[in-house]
């Protein structure tokens, strides 16, 4: 029983840990994208992230552009 209470503290912790954060730049045609960054080892993170930048809009997923590397993150445009 106490390696259960233990074992949940230590996921709540967890849970409380994970962040995204978003910065936005625009491709060479004027679209602006966003590059969603997870400071955490979870994606939901930055699913989050992107849901709750474009709103009931939704967003679509960018592929990077050549040459260019992302790394716990994605990149998203807003729907119109």
């Given at each position: ?42 994606m939901i993170d930055c699913y989050e ?27 998203i445009k807003c729907n119109s």
């Amino acid at each position: 029983m106490r390696t259960t209470l233990i074992f949940a503290a230590l996921l709540a912790l967890l849970a409380g840990c994970g962040s995204a954060s978003t910065r936005d730049f625009y491709f060479a045609d004027g679209t602006k994208v966003y590059y969603v960054s997870c400071e955490s080892n979870y994606m939901i993170d930055c699913y989050e992230a992107a849901g709750s930048l474009c709103k009931a809009k939704g967003y679509s997923t960018v592929p990077p552009l050549p040459g260019m590397l992302v790394v716990r993150g994605m990149l998203i445009k807003c729907n119109s």
